[in-house]
């Protein structure tokens, strides 16, 4: 079992910083693609950020490219996402997930879901005009 805990989620302006942290334990070395999503209310979940960990391939939504940074460290199991220039629309329930992927279009399986097995709860993040 694998267990994700996230945090750094707060309230900022527009135009402002945050990190966000993903924690992970347990059996982790099952996955190798992660990544990071986020809810608005009303609004179906979306992928922003994903990660092939073993080659530290990152890829983005076109939405947060430039401004959100994926990393990872892999001695304290913790993925990071420094998101930058902070938008109203960035705001959301931020949840990361472990899962696996495969071939070109990993990261395919990742923003679509289907390839991710264990999930966060989340951490909120709202941005104010």
């Known amino acids: 079992q694998v267990e994700l805990v996230e945090s750094g989620g707060g309230s900022v302006q527009a135009g402002g910083s945050l990190r966000l942290s993903c924690v992970a334990s347990?059996?982790?070395?099952?996955?190798?693609?992660m990544g990071w999503f986020r809810q608005a209310g009303g609004k179906e979940r979306e992928g922003v950020a994903a990660?092939?960990?073993?080659?530290?391939?990152?890829h983005y939504a076109d939405s947060v490219k430039g401004r959100f940074t994926l990393s990872q460290d892999n001695v304290k199991n913790t993925y990071y996402l420094e998101m930058n220039s902070l938008k109203p629309e960035d705001t959301g329930l931020y949840s990361c997930?472990?899962?696996?992927?495969?071939?070109?279009?990993?990261?395919?399986?990742?923003?679509?879901?289907?390839?991710?097995?264990?999930w966060g709860k989340g951490t909120l993040v709202t941005i104010s005009s």
């Open positions: 990660i092939f960990t073993g080659g530290y391939i990152t």
């Open positions: 347990g059996n982790v070395y099952s996955s190798n693609v």
């Open positions: 997930a472990l899962g696996r992927g495969y071939g070109a279009d990993w990261w395919k399986s990742v923003f679509g879901g289907h390839g991710m097995g264990y």
